[in-house]
């Protein structure tokens, strides 16, 4: 079992910043990658960006490439979403996913666990 504990959520003007972060806890060893998706009002919830610990290889999806970066730190078990550059169609609730079978693609259904989420909201 793995619980997702996600904050660094808020309201921010369209051009800030804001640094999400997830911390893992239970069985984190059985961990091998993590991601952040996010689900707008009326929206599919998406994959934003992910990161695999064994190799470090992180992921985008084209929308925040270049705006988003993602990291972890494997010794606090916690995973970092830095949001640069922000835009108001950002705007959606930000989940931390992590991935237990170690899926070849990050899809919303091949992640095994769900944070609860925390709300990005940005003004225009």
């Known amino acids: 079992q793995v619980q997702l504990v996600e904050s660094g959520g808020g309201l921010v003007q369209a051009g800030g910043s804001l640094r999400l972060s997830c911390a893992a806890s239970?069985?984190?060893?059985?961990?091998?990658?993590m991601g952040w998706f996010r689900q707008a009002p009326g929206k599919e919830r998406e994959f934003v960006a992910g990161?695999?610990?064994?190799?470090?290889?992180?992921y985008y999806v084209d929308s925040v490439k270049g705006r988003f970066t993602i990291s972890g730190d494997n010794a606090k078990n916690t995973v970092y979403l830095q949001m640069n550059s922000l835009k108001p169609e950002d705007t959606a609730v930000y989940y931390c996913?992590?991935?237990?079978?170690?899926?070849?693609?990050?899809?919303?259904?091949?992640?095994?666990?769900w944070g609860k989420g925390t709300l990005v909201t940005v003004s225009s």
């Open positions: 990161i695999r610990w064994s190799s470090g290889n992180t």
């Open positions: 239970g069985r984190t060893f059985s961990i091998y990658a």
């Open positions: 996913a992590a991935d237990t079978d170690y899926s070849s693609s990050m899809n919303t259904r091949n992640m095994n666990y």
